[in-house]
Structure formats: C-alpha cells, structure tokens
C-alpha cells in the first residue's frame, strides 16, 4: 500500500496497564515513519485472555498516558473498547475503512506478535486492507525479517511490509501487575497519571488512594 497523505499507524494492544514501553514504541514510530499514530485499546480479545482492568479503564489509561506525548498526531480511539462482542483487528480495519474510505492503515506490531499472524481471524482479509508493520524491539522476540521470511511461507500477501526497530525498553504488563499486586512501587516504569489511576482505582491489587487530579505531582 503507497504512502498517502492520509496513512495512518495502527497500534492496538490490550495496555493492561499502558507503560513507557509503550510509549516509547509510539514514539519511534512517530519519529521513524513521520504519520499519525491511532492507538486502539482491545476491547474484549479474541486471541487471547481477558485482560484484567475493564475496558473502559484500558481505554482511560491509554488516554492519559498519551497526553504525556503531547503529540497531537497521536490519539486514541475508543471503538473496540465500546463494543459489546469479542474484539478481532480485521472487524476494526474494516470499520474503519467504511467510515474513512480514503484511509491507508498501516498496521504495527512487534515482532513478537507478528510471529502468531497466521492463527488470526481473517488474516490474509486483514493483511489485504493494510500494510504490514513490524517493529523490532532489543530482547523482544525474533529479528523482523525472520518473522517475515516465515509469514511468506503461510503465502499471506504482505506487499510493502517493512520492518523498523525501536530503541524501547523491555517493559512486560504481567510483571508490572505482579508487582503493584505485592504492594511494590511501580513508578519508574508507568507514566505518571497512568500510576496515579491504578493506585486510585485500587487496579491489579493495589491499594486505593484517595482520588486527585491526574495532573498533581
């Protein structure tokens, strides 16, 4: 798919909690490609388990940790998360592509995540309505062009797939809920209005705090 004035980078994930690693994904996307980043919180997955924080709170987290970009070529929609059935990436591309006709996705996910492609609903439906992402990270999964080289063996049509690697931490979301889950601080690898609506939410087995503006501190 050609580059066009309106391609746009779709980046979902389940971001339970969102974290700096996310963020810095979002980042070198942005400063990589020079297109606007529309972060799509799952709502409930199809491929995987339910995440633990509910939706809508998926959906806030993601919001408040993207003003923390201040980018305004980056936002978040709310699609998925308002949907009552089961979230699948081919569902979502295709309602958006009926709502913005003239629309380019570019569909980005790591390495890691690009490797499982073939067990997804609809892929090669999916795989023709956008253009193929994957974005590499240090110690996240296998190098870019293998997992590539391996979706050509499953003879899905990935005309223009490109392959970028990010400079982001290793951050892992189960890891950050195990430790907020045994009372540890959590600080130094969430944003910081994303911390403060877990302790005030009491999330993932923290303690509630009282409530206060996402901005203080």
Do not use: N
């Not at 388990?49 to 959906?59: E, L, W």
């Not at 003239?102 to 892929?123: H, I, Y």
């Not at 430790?179 to 959590?186: L, P, S, V």
């Amino acid at each position: 798919m050609p580059e066009t004035s309106t391609a746009t980078i779709f980046f979902g994930g389940t971001f339970d909690p969102p974290h700096l690693g996310h963020l810095s994904v979002i980042r070198g996307l942005r400063q990589q490609l020079g297109l606007p980043v529309l972060v799509v919180p799952t709502g409930s997955p199809g491929h995987r388990p339910s995440p633990q924080a509910r939706p809508c709170q998926r959906a806030e987290m993601m919001e408040l940790a993207v003003q923390a970009l201040d980018d305004p070529l980056v936002t978040v929609s709310r699609h998925e998360v308002e949907q009552s059935q089961p979230s699948f990436t081919v569902d979502t591309v295709a309602w958006f592509l009926i709502q913005r006709p003239e629309l380019a996705v570019v569909l980005a996910v790591g390495a890691d995540v690009a490797a499982g492609l073939p067990g997804w609903k609809g892929v090669r439906q999916l795989l023709e309505q956008v253009r193929l992402l994957v974005f590499e990270r240090p110690g996240a999964g296998d190098p870019g062009h293998s997992v590539l080289a391996e979706l050509a063996l499953h003879l899905l049509p990935l005309v223009g797939a490109q392959v970028v690697s990010i400079a982001a931490p290793t951050v892992d979301a189960t890891g950050i809920r195990e430790r907020i889950a045994q009372g540890m601080d959590c600080r130094d690898l969430l944003p910081g209005p994303v911390d403060w609506y877990i302790q005030s939410h009491g999330l993932y087995g923290a303690s509630p705090k009282p409530a206060r503006s996402a901005r203080a501190g």
